[in-house]
T-cell receptor, first 115, second 113 residues
Framework: GAVVSQHPSWVICKSGTSVKIECRSLDFQATTMFWYRQFPKQSLMLMAT?????????EQGVEKDKFLINHASLTLSTLTVTSAHPEDSSFYIC???????????FGPGTRLTVL | QKEVEQNSGPLSVPEGAIASLNCTYSDRGSQSFFWYRQYSGKSPELIMFIYSNGDKEDGRFTAQLNKASQYVSLLIRDSQPSDSATYLCAAGDYQTGANNLFFGTGTRLTVIP
């Protein structure tokens, strides 16, 4: 099956710093990548959808200047949480799909803790 | 607003029993339906997908789709304690070459040894 990796798997940072999370599709070319956030005991919340080479489409209520998404290649998308604050602490999960797949394959997630 | 609804549970079944998880969706245009399993602290993993009305079986899992009723279900036969997890139902909406998924809030299943 399709494999998606994320790095780092967890990160702890100080308030006000920026954190970059990488999402890679290892064995297929991902034309579209999705970024989700999940707070404890809640469901997945889609943050944004990014197509390779295009600007990301953000969901309502998600600040595009705070959550910078870059999808520069068919195997890599990055999410940068800028000026992170404690309320940004969450489980960030990416997923990827391609024209040859009609489902999303999820990465293992990145747990962000902002002190 | 496209919505996918699930009973949040928790649903408890004894080991060896059949667990039945249900899901309804609001958008009649949804074309594909997915069941993901999510263990605590982990990301979702795909269990099954179904596109056509009727049943689809894969091992101990059976997905059922009724488009007229906008209803999807997942049956887990011979439930095992390792099946204890949150099960997410998702409806697919094909747009611009990607499959945007609308997730339910998940049903937490506990299989009691």
């Amino acid at each position: 099956g399709a494999v998606v990796s994320q790095h780092p798997s967890w990160v702890i940072c100080k308030s006000g710093t920026s954190v970059k999370i990488e999402c890679r599709s290892l064995d297929f070319q991902a034309t579209t990548m999705f970024w989700y956030r999940q707070f404890p005991k809640q469901s997945l919340m889609l943050m944004a959808t990014s197509n390779e080479g295009s600007k990301a489409t953000y969901e309502q209520g998600v600040e595009k200047d705070k959550f910078l998404i870059n999808h520069a290649s068919l195997t890599l998308s990055t999410l940068t949480v800028t000026s992170a604050h404690p309320e940004d602490s969450s489980f960030y999960i990416c997923s990827a799909s391609s024209r040859n797949t009609d489902t999303q394959y999820f990465g293992p997630g990145t747990r962000l803790t902002v002190l | 607003q496209k919505e996918v609804e699930q009973n949040s549970g928790p649903l408890s079944v004894p080991e060896g029993a059949i667990a039945s998880l249900n899901c309804t969706y609001s958008d009649r245009g949804s074309q594909s339906f997915f069941w993901y399993r999510q263990y605590s602290g982990k990301s979702p993993e795909l269990i099954m997908f179904i596109y056509s009305n009727g049943d689809k079986e894969d091992g101990r899992f059976t997905a059922q789709l009724n488009k007229a009723s906008q209803y999807v279900s997942l049956l887990i036969r011979d439930s095992q304690p390792s099946d204890s997890a949150t099960y997410l139902c998702a409806a697919g909406d094909y747009q611009t070459g990607a499959n945007n998924l609308f997730f339910g809030t998940g049903t937490r299943l506990t299989v009691i040894p």
